[in-house]
């Protein structure tokens, strides 16, 4: 999708989220922790 800048914690408000697709966008930074928050969370690429 082309996105930019950092992955925001608040991804972690998102706990019915089951995929999360980063590939090809211009992200930098390191995951946030709240990605730990994502109890659906079965793909993560």
């Given at each position: ?30 995951l946030?922790?709240?990605?730990g ?8 690429w």
């Open positions: 999708m082309g996105l930019t800048g950092t992955l925001s914690g608040d991804i972690g408000q998102l706990t019915e989220l089951e995929i999360l697709d980063l590939s090809y966008n211009g992200l930098t930074g390191p946030t922790p709240r990605i928050d994502l109890r659906n969370l079965v793909n993560l």
